[in-house]
């Protein structure tokens, strides 16, 4: 089980399970992390994560989240 998330977790970069950067944490909100996607993200990783191209900040449910390490914050595929 993964841990819940922290105010400290803010800052962090988020990746996919394959490792790609997908962005960083702008702020946790009820055990959820408000990203701010990366400026390079391609088109197919924000389809494949449900991120719409106008959207500045996303949310990901502590559920979609695979594993948190001191730096980095990794999906679940």
């Keep these: 089980m993964v841990r819940e998330l922290t ?3 803010e800052g ?5 399970a394959g490792g790609e950067e ?7 909100h009820n055990n959820n ?3 701010k996607p990366k400026g390079s993200l391609s ?3 924000r389809r494949r994560l449900g991120w719409a ?3 500045d900040i996303f949310e990901v449910m502590h559920s979609q989240i695979r594993r948190i390490s001191d ?5 679940r595929e």
């Design 43 to 45: 088109r197919s990783i």
């Design 22 to 28: 997908v962005g960083t944490i702008d702020r946790i």
């Design 53 to 55: 191209e106008e959207d």
């Design 12 to 16: 962090k970069t988020v990746v996919t």
């Design 7 to 9: 105010d400290s977790d």
């Design 33 to 35: 992390a408000h990203v």
């Design 71 to 75: 730096d980095e914050v990794v999906l």
